[in-house]
C-alpha cells in the first residue's frame, strides 16, 4: 500500500475523444510525476509537477497536459485520443527536498484502451 | 528512447534459488531504484541506491551499483514463487528529477 490512490482503474474511450486521470498522492509528498507504460514495455515519462508548476516532460505532445492542485493531488488531460495511447497510466509521488533523489511510489495505474 | 537495459530479458528458477537481474544505463545518475511489477497492476518499490553507495540489502534483496560501469544488479536469495514478477531499475539522472526506467526482466519462479 503507497498511498498513492488512481481513478478511473479501466476505461474504454473512442479515438478522437478526450481523457481525464486522477491521482491523490501520498499525505505530505510535494511532487507527481506520470508515466505511461505500453503492453510489455517500461514506463515512460510523461511530466512532473512541483508545487502546482510543470517541472520536467518527457517526449510527448502537447495534447498531453496535467495539473497539481494545491493539495498536490493531480490530473492528466489527454486530447485527440490515438489508438496508440492505449497504455496503463501510472502517478508517482514523491517528496523533492534533495538532489540525491527521493523513492518515488507508484499508484495501481488507469488502464486506457483507445478503439 | 529507453536509458536502462535489464539482463536478462526473462528468467525461469526453481523456487529456492537465487534469481540474479542486471541494469545497465548511459548518463550519471544521482540513484537508482528498482521496481517489481505484478501483471497489469502498479509499481512496487524495492530498494533505492544513491550514487556515492556500493551495495544496499533490504530481507531477501541484495542491490549493487557501479557506477564505474554503470551497472547494477538485483539479487534476490532463496526465491519464492510469491517472487513471479517483472522487475524495473529506474535511473535518476544527475540534473533531472525524472526517472528512466529500462525493459524489465520477467522472472518466473517455478514451485
Known amino acids: 500500500e503507497t498511498g498513492v490512490t488512481q481513478s478511473p482503474t479501466h476505461l474504454i474511450k473512442t479515438r478522437g475523444q478526450q481523457v481525464t486521470l486522477r491521482c491523490s498522492s501520498q499525505?505530505?509528498?510535494?511532487?507527481v510525476s506520470w508515466y505511461q507504460q505500453a503492453l510489455g514495455q517500461g514506463p515512460q515519462f510523461i511530466f512532473q509537477y512541483y508545487r502546482e508548476e510543470e517541472n520536467g516532460r518527457g517526449n510527448f505532445p502537447p495534447r498531453f497536459s496535467g495539473l497539481q492542485f494545491p493539495n498536490y493531488s493531480s490530473e492528466l488531460n489527454v486530447n485527440a485520443l490515438e489508438l496508440d495511447d492505449s497504455a496503463l497510466y501510472l502517478c508517482a509521488s514523491s517528496l523533492k527536498d534533495s538532489r540525491s533523489g527521493n523513492t518515488i511510489y507508484f499508484g495501481e495505474g488507469s488502464w486506457l484502451t483507445v478503439v | 528512447s529507453q536509458q536502462g537495459e535489464e539482463d536478462p530479458q526473462a528468467l525461469s528458477i526453481q523456487e529456492g534459488e537465487n534469481a540474479t537481474m542486471n541494469c545497465s544505463y548511459k548518463?550519471?545518475?544521482?540513484?537508482l531504484q528498482w521496481y517489481r511489477q505484478n501483471s497489469g497492476r502498479g509499481l512496487v518499490h524495492l530498494i533505492l541506491i544513491r550514487s556515492n553507495e556500493r551495495e544496499k540489502h533490504s530481507g531477501r534483496l541484495r542491490v549493487t551499483l557501479d557506477t564505474s560501469k554503470k551497472s547494477s544488479s538485483l539479487l534476490i536469495t532463496a526465491s519464492r514463487a510469491a517472487d513471479t514478477a517483472s522487475y524495473f531499475c529506474?535511473?535518476?539522472?544527475?540534473?533531472?528529477?525524472?526517472?528512466?526506467f529500462g525493459t524489465g526482466t520477467r522472472l518466473k519462479v517455478l514451485a
Open positions: 548518463t550519471s545518475i544521482n540513484n
Open positions: 499525505s505530505g509528498h510535494n511532487t
Open positions: 529506474a535511473t535518476g539522472p544527475s540534473g533531472t528529477y525524472k526517472y528512466i
